[in-house]
């Protein structure tokens, strides 16, 4: 069975760190693209980052460029998204999703997801 798991939420304190993993299993990540999403109450999912299956191309939203870091170790077939300095409005329920080869903004075209993990940035 496919499946990814999203591991590393929690609560933090605003201009704290978190770091998220995705881990596969049942697949290897090789030739999958990750996507980071996040979804807040009362809001639309929204794409926060994203890596292609070689690591070479890698993109980010607006809200989240120079304080988030994407990177991938296929040995351990695990994707990680490095959040420093982090802000309230990062609160959301974090989620890792798999689509061939490239990335995409469109959260559609990603076929396989995990069940997210909560990250709440509070004082």
């Known amino acids: 069975q496919l499946q990814l798991v999203e591991s590393g939420g929690g609560l933090v304190q605003p201009g704290g760190s978190l770091r998220l993993s995705c881990a596969a299993s049942?697949?290897?990540?090789?030739?999958?693209?990750i996507g980071w999403f996040r979804q807040a109450p009362g809001k639309e999912r929204e794409g926060v980052s994203c890596?292609?299956?070689?690591?070479?191309?890698?993109n980010y939203a607006n809200s989240v460029k120079g304080r988030f870091t994407i990177s991938r170790d296929n040995a351990k077939n695990t994707v990680y998204l490095q959040m420093n300095s982090l802000k309230p409005e990062d609160t959301a329920v974090y989620y890792c999703?798999?689509?061939?080869?490239?990335?995409?903004?469109?959260?559609?075209?990603?076929?396989?997801w995990g069940q997210g993990t909560q990250v709440t940035v509070s004082s």
């Open positions: 999703a798999a689509k061939r080869y490239i990335c995409s903004t469109y959260a559609p075209n990603f076929g396989s």
């Open positions: 049942g697949f290897t990540l090789d030739h999958n693209a």
């Open positions: 890596i292609s299956s070689s690591g070479v191309s890698t």
